[in-house]
């Protein structure tokens, strides 16, 4: 079963999570704040956390930076917070995905659902220098940055770079398609899910997000490359 650690220091909300999160069959740990949530997950490493930023003890996106150091699971915020800025300080700290209270919960366990498919994939025993299982490469190489699609690893000039779940899942669309355009629709169908079809500002935040990280010149890049209006490329 998949386990998901609840952190929010609403009582009532987090009863309502967890009646709708073991009625289809998820494992619940609930955690009222920052600390307790950092020593559930240490004990019991979650498959994915639903987390409130307005904690009592320490700002969640702390609380996420710090899993961020030992856990890829996918970290699904669950805020009041709804400013563009705030969302994207989320994003940028490795939130996979950002729901803004008051949320329909249809919603949220849909997106719950996308982003543990999202973490599920690519993972596997093969050869790093094997096709990866949708059959594009499983390992790209530039001379900048070098990504392992299999193992979920990357590096920049040597350095180790982490990525979200929701980062590599675009990367491997737009690996498989490198060199051809993979359109705004697509993608968000693709990585998200056919309601997301129309949200191009996802992307946007996302893309913006994997040239900070991988690319020499990030204003100007060379790899993952806008066909403005259109959608998106992985230069070879």
């Known amino acids: 079963m998949t386990r998901v650690l609840v952190v929010e220091d609403e009582p009532q909300l987090v009863r309502a999570l967890?009646?709708?999160?073991?009625?289809?069959?998820?494992?619940?740990?609930?955690?009222?704040?920052?600390?307790?949530?950092?020593t559930l997950a240490a004990a019991n490493p979650p498959d994915a956390v639903l987390l409130d930023l307005g904690l009592p003890d320490m700002d969640g996106i702390d609380?996420?930076?710090?899993?961020?150091?030992?856990?890829?699971?996918?970290i699904l915020v669950v805020s009041a917070r709804s400013t563009s800025d705030e969302k994207v300080e989320a994003l940028d700290a490795g939130?996979?995905?950002?729901?803004?209270?008051?949320?329909?919960?249809?919603?949220?366990?849909?997106?719950?659902?996308?982003?543990?498919?999202?973490g599920d994939g690519g993972r596997g025993g093969r050869s790093p220098e094997a096709d990866s299982a949708d059959g594009g490469p499983a390992r790209v190489s530039t001379p900048v940055f070098t990504l392992d699609l299999l193992a979920k690893k990357a590096t920049r000039d040597g350095a180790p770079?982490?990525?979200?779940?929701?980062?590599?899942?675009?990367?491997?669309?737009?690996?498989?398609?490198?060199?051809r355009l993979v359109t705004q629709r697509q993608l968000l169908q693709?990585?998200?899910?056919?309601?997301?079809?129309?949200?191009?500002?996802?992307?946007?935040?996302?893309?913006?997000?994997?040239?900070?990280?991988l690319e020499a010149d990030p204003s100007q890049p060379r790899y993952l490359v806008t066909a403005p209006g259109m959608g998106y490329r992985f230069e070879v």
């Open 190 to 213: 693709e990585v998200w899910g056919p309601t997301y079809r129309t949200q191009s500002n996802y992307l946007r935040v996302y893309m913006a997000q994997l040239r900070r990280k």
């Open 18 to 38: 967890e009646i709708n999160l073991r009625a289809r069959r998820y494992d619940v740990d609930a955690a009222p704040d920052g600390e307790a949530a950092l």
């Open 63 to 74: 609380v996420m930076r710090t899993l961020r150091r030992w856990s890829r699971a996918p």
């Open 95 to 118: 939130a996979d995905d950002y729901i803004t209270k008051p949320f329909s919960m249809d919603e949220l366990l849909a997106r719950l659902r996308a982003a543990t498919r999202r």
């Open 161 to 179: 770079v982490r990525l979200t779940p929701t980062e590599w899942h675009l990367l491997e669309v737009l690996i498989r398609h490198r060199g």
